[in-house]
């Protein structure tokens, strides 16, 4: 098993834009790739040192801040996990940017992913935990 924990404030994957440039080319751009390069920086040094092959089970929990207006008792309970967060940003697309950004790191394709659990909750500390088993 494998565990990362990645200290930033989980960002959802966002729309690909499409342009057309000066030579009338169609071209693409990916406004997600920065937060898949700060997950890849932060996940390289503890990779396994070869890719997994088979069936993976993945683990990903998300915990995004808790607003600057909650006070007491309600702040309390976001940080003591008792009150979800199911506001957006929506729980997929956090996925998304991270099954894409340990392909080829930790796992050959993220077509390998045959059970997932997702949790989003509230955390005084920002940070998506990783964890990724061979089933």
Same mark, same amino acid.
């Given at each position: ?9 989980? !960002? ?58 909650? !006070?007491?008792?309600? !702040? ?60």
């Amino acid at each position: 098993m494998f565990i990362f924990e990645i200290h930033s404030i989980p !960002r959802p994957q966002k729309q690909t834009m499409q342009g057309v440039s000066f030579s009338g080319r169609k071209q693409f751009y990916d406004p997600s790739r920065m937060n898949r390069k700060q997950i890849q920086w932060q996940v390289q040094p503890h990779a396994p040192k070869e890719l997994l092959l088979g069936p993976i089970e993945m683990h990903l929990t998300f915990y995004l801040p808790i607003p600057k207006q909650v !006070r007491g008792i309600e !702040r309390q309970q976001m940080n003591n996990n008792l009150a979800k967060h199911y506001k957006r940003p929506d729980i997929d697309n956090l996925a998304y940017v991270v099954t894409n950004a340990l392909k080829g790191i930790v796992y050959k394709d993220d077509g390998q992913i045959c059970v997932m659990r997702l949790e989003k909750l509230y955390g005084e500390n920002p940070r998506t935990v990783i964890k990724v088993m061979e089933v």
